[in-house]
């Protein structure tokens, strides 16, 4: 059984940061991507960034400039930091990951909300 269990949601202003981590757990055999999906109310879940095993990462061109992937790979977890965060950035992100078997994995979500 796989568990990816998400934190650093939470509540930020226009303009502020928050760095979400992500870490993984049990059975798991040759992690290939890591990275975060995010769904905003009302709308379908979307991509935001990756990161290979390799280290190769990319973002959506939304985040671009202002979001940074990470992974540290003793761990099996990965890390998203959010710089100059806008109002269209609030959604619930969810971590995932996949393995080089084709295993796909989620995490249960964390809120982030940037509002004054």
């Known amino acids: 059984q796989v568990q990816l269990v998400e934190s650093g949601g939470g509540l930020v202003q226009p303009g502020g940061s928050l760095r979400l981590s992500c870490a993984a757990s049990?059975?798991?055999?040759?992690?290939?991507?890591m990275g975060w999906y995010r769904q905003a109310p009302g709308k379908q879940r979307d991509f935001v960034a990756h990161?290979?095993?390799?280290?190769?990462?990319n973002y959506v061109d939304s985040v671009k400039g202002r979001f940074t992937i990470s992974r540290d790979n003793a761990k099996s977890s990965v890390y998203l930091q959010m710089n100059s965060l806008k109002a269209e950035d609030t959604a619930v992100y969810y971590c995932?990951?996949?393995?080089?078997?084709?295993?796909?994995?989620w995490g249960q979500g964390t809120q982030v909300t940037v509002s004054s």
């Open positions: 995932y990951l996949t393995t080089h078997l084709g295993g796909h994995y």
């Open positions: 990161i290979s095993s390799g280290g190769m990462t």
């Open positions: 049990g059975s798991i055999l040759s992690i290939y991507f």
